[in-house]
């Protein structure tokens, strides 16, 4: 049975930012719902087969890694965008799945639900901005 112990969102966490944007990555999708990764790649593979379009939530790379003896080995991993994410995990099945899958798009909602709570303190601060109570003199009649 699986331990429902990582952390979730944030700095070392299965959901983080990158520009801005809440993303995920293939190995931790396979960490997370303790999945074999060649097997999560072969499902993002499946996907983007199907649906060309989807692409655009699943950009691959190559991640570099500690190998045996101190080398470093790479591997290929993808990184997910929250779109790409809930469609991949939807695949994912049994009672385990069902309670990381609610995990994950917490966690993605958690983000974005930051980002905004964010951008709406900075609009009110700009708005109680004393150089916003007045126009300028030039605007005045």
Same mark, same amino acid.
């Not at 087969?49 to 692409?55: F, G, K, T």
């Not at 993808?78 to 779109?83: C, E, G, L």
């Not at 300028?136 to 009649?141: A, C, G, L, M, V």
């Given at each position: 049975?699986? !331990?429902? +112990?990582?952390?979730?969102?944030?700095? &070392?966490?299965? *959901? @983080?930012?990158? #520009? &801005?944007?809440?993303? +995920?990555?293939?190995? %931790?999708? =396979?960490?997370?719902? &303790?999945?074999q990764?060649?097997?999560?790649?072969? #499902?993002?593979?499946?996907?983007?087969?199907?649906?060309? !379009?989807?692409? %655009?939530?699943?950009?691959?790379?190559? !991640? *570099?890694?500690?190998? $045996?003896?101190?080398?470093?080995?790479?591997?290929?991993v993808?990184?997910?965008?929250?779109?790409g994410? =809930?469609?991949?995990?939807?695949? @994912? +099945?049994?009672?385990?799945?069902?309670?990381?899958?609610?995990? /994950?798009?917490?966690? @993605?909602?958690?983000?974005?639900?930051? !980002?905004? #709570?964010?951008?709406?303190?900075?609009?009110?601060? /700009?708005?109680?901005?004393? +150089?916003? =109570?007045?126009p $300028?003199?030039?605007?005045?009649?």
């Open positions: 049975m699986m !331990e429902m +112990t990582m952390n979730i969102v944030g700095q &070392g966490g299965a *959901v @983080f930012r990158r #520009d &801005g944007m809440p993303i +995920t990555t293939s190995k %931790l999708v =396979a960490d997370l719902f &303790g999945k990764h060649k097997n999560v790649l072969r #499902d993002i593979r499946k996907l983007i087969e199907i649906d060309p !379009e989807l692409r %655009l939530s699943f950009e691959p790379q190559l !991640e *570099v890694y500690a190998g $045996p003896n101190g080398s470093q080995r790479s591997r290929e993808y990184t997910i965008n929250q779109r994410a =809930a469609l991949l995990v939807m695949g @994912f +099945t049994g009672p385990e799945a069902l309670q990381w899958k609610k995990k /994950f798009l917490d966690a @993605f909602d958690h983000l974005a639900e930051r !980002e905004r #709570d964010t951008y709406m303190d900075a609009f009110r601060s /700009f708005r109680r901005s004393p +150089t916003l =109570a007045k $300028p003199k030039s605007h005045r009649k």
